[in-house]
């Protein structure tokens, strides 16, 4: 299903509670060979920046994506700026993208003008859909990256959003491989109780599980994607935070279930 190529990265979402240097020696120390960086606007210095990009290079792990800006309505936000900036300076490869402009022509604009600056710090764009957002599905995320056709603007899949909004692994078959310049990992229970926005929400942010725990198509994803597509392991669960309070013990179990799921 895999291959030893495959970059298997730690998502930051997974260690909401552990800092970034944290985080990034927990998935260092549990076998990843990438991480994910979440950028706190209001905590983020100078030094953050240097001490992650010291913290990836002792560890030689591939800084795969920032988290996370949110396109939203009014003016842009100043710290969009900052975090392309950071991430620049650190080296990762995506910036992870969503919005809650409820009008499709502004997030189009807004979306382009930040695949151009992304694009100058050397940074893929990548727009995630969410069932929360106003870019609710596949459907709505390709309207936007198509509409607005930049290089470096690109869909960012997550299992547990592509499958609350409907969508199946078959879906993503004939799309061209570079609309993707990732992808996020995960699994989950097949159906919820309910559609509310609490309940969703509550899903993305504390209810995933292992891969390979849940009812996700997770083999035919793989199977679907470019076998070099890079993984990001998003497993925001509440379970795993309370049991597992060590960030390199949380790391390892998250890891070992992955790649028992992937098949290596």
């Not at 290079?57 to 309505?73: A, F, Q, R, S, Y």
Request: glycine letters at 8%; charged letters at 25%.
């Amino acid at each position: 299903m895999t291959n030893n190529s495959r970059i298997i990265s730690l998502a930051a979402g997974t260690h909401p509670d552990f800092s970034p240097v944290e985080t990034i020696h927990a998935a260092s120390n549990a076998g990843f060979t990438g991480c994910g960086v979440w950028f706190e606007a209001d905590d983020w210095t100078n030094q953050t920046t240097k001490d992650v990009k010291q913290a990836f290079k002792d560890t030689g792990l591939l800084p795969l994506d920032i988290e996370v800006i949110w396109i939203n309505p009014g003016d842009e936000d100043p710290n969009h700026d900052r975090q392309l900036a950071a991430g620049g300076e650190i080296g990762v490869k995506n910036v992870l993208i969503v919005s809650s402009d409820p009008i499709p022509d502004k997030t189009k604009r807004r979306f382009e003008i930040l695949c151009d600056k992304a694009e100058r710090a050397g940074i893929a764009a990548s727009l995630e859909f969410l069932p929360i957002t106003e870019i609710k599905n596949l459907a709505d995320a390709l309207d936007i990256v198509t509409s607005v056709g930049h290089p470096n603007g690109h869909i960012l899949v997550d299992p547990t959003h592509f499958h609350r909004t409907g969508g199946h692994p078959s879906e993503l078959e004939g799309l061209a491989p570079e609309l993707f310049s990732y992808a996020q990992y995960c699994d989950g229970i097949d159906k919820l109780p309910d559609d509310s926005f609490e309940t969703l929400l509550s899903d993305a942010i504390d209810g995933r599980l292992l891969p390979g725990e849940g009812a996700f198509p997770l083999k035919e994803l793989i199977d679907v994607l470019d076998p070099q597509l890079p993984l990001s392991v998003e497993l925001r669960s509440k379970s795993l935070r309370d049991t597992y309070t060590d960030a390199t013990e949380r790391a390892i179990v998250v890891f070992d279930a992955t790649m028992r799921n992937l098949g290596s």
